[in-house]
C-alpha cells in the first residue's frame, strides 16, 4: 500500500482513523491533494480504526469495497441507554448501571441470537437519508420520523471479556451493519439496557489496520 504523501492519483489508501475524527474530516483534508477523494464505509469520531480512502477513478471501486466483511472490536456498557446507542448520546429511559449474574459463555449463548441474517433498526442519530435529508438532521429539527428494520447480517458476535459492566466484544458484519444498534439490542435481550462506549474496525476485507497509515502522515505540511 501505497504512503500518503506518495500515493498515486488513482488508488486506495488505507488510514488508521484515531478517535475525534470524522470520516469526512479525513476527506476534506485530502482534498487539498487530489481532486476526487472518497471513503468506504464511514466511522463515527468516536470510532477508530480502518478507513479506507479512494482517490480520482479508485472511487469507482466504492461499492465493491462497501460490499466485504469488516471486522470490529468494541466495548459496551450494561443500564445505560442513549439516544444515539453510543456513549456520546443523551441517555433515555431510566438508565441505570447493571451487573448481570451471567458467565461469559452464558452471555455467548445469549448473543448467538444476533448472528446470522438478522432484523436491525437503525439509530435516529445515523446518515441514512429519508426525503434526501439525512436521519440524524430530521432528528435534530424534531421530526417525527417512522424507521424501518432491514435485514442484515452478522456473521459473528462474541463477548471476548467481562468487566460489569463493561462487555468487550469481537464482531464479524456484512455491508449496513450498525454496530451502536447491535449493542443497543444486545442490551435490551439482557433486560438492563446496553450502549456503545468504543468500537475499533479492524478489517475490511482483504485490508487490515496494521498496514494503514497514522493520521500524523496525513498532517504534515506536504499534504496540507
Not at 123 to 134: F, V
Amino acid at each position: 500500500m501505497k504512503s500518503l504523501l506518495n500515493a498515486e492519483r488513482d488508488s486506495l489508501l488505507l488510514v488508521d482513523k484515531p478517535i475525534g475524527f470524522s470520516s469526512f474530516q479525513i476527506v476534506r483534508i485530502l482534498k487539498k491533494r487530489y481532486e476526487k477523494v472518497g471513503h468506504a464505509g464511514t466511522l463515527d469520531p468516536f470510532a477508530s480504526g480502518l478507513l479506507i480512502i479512494l482517490l480520482n477513478r479508485a472511487t469507482k471501486q466504492f461499492d465493491n469495497i462497501q460490499q466485504r466483511d469488516k471486522d470490529y472490536i468494541g466495548a459496551m456498557i450494561l443500564g445505560i441507554s442513549t439516544d444515539t446507542y453510543d456513549i456520546t448520546g443523551a441517555q433515555t429511559g431510566n438508565s441505570k448501571i447493571a451487573t448481570i449474574d451471567m458467565t461469559l459463555d452464558e452471555l455467548n449463548r445469549a448473543a448467538q441470537q444476533f448472528v446470522g441474517e438478522i432484523e436491525q433498526t437503525p439509530p435516529r442519530y445515523s446518515a441514512l437519508k429519508r426525503d434526501g435529508k439525512k436521519l440524524y438532521q430530521l432528528t435534530r429539527q424534531n421530526r417525527s420520523i417512522d424507521i424501518a428494520s432491514r435485514k442484515v447480517l452478522v456473521k459473528s458476535f462474541e463477548i471476548v471479556d467481562i468487566d460489569f459492566p463493561i462487555l468487550t466484544f469481537r464482531s464479524t458484519v456484512g455491508r449496513g451493519v450498525y454496530l451502536r444498534s447491535l449493542a443497543h439490542d444486545f442490551g435490551n435481550a439482557l433486560g438492563c439496557g446496553g450502549t456503545l462506549v468504543s468500537l475499533r474496525r479492524t478489517r475490511i476485507g482483504t485490508y487490515h489496520v496494521a498496514q494503514a497509515e497514522k493520521i500524523g502522515a496525513i498532517l504534515t505540511p506536504e499534504s496540507c
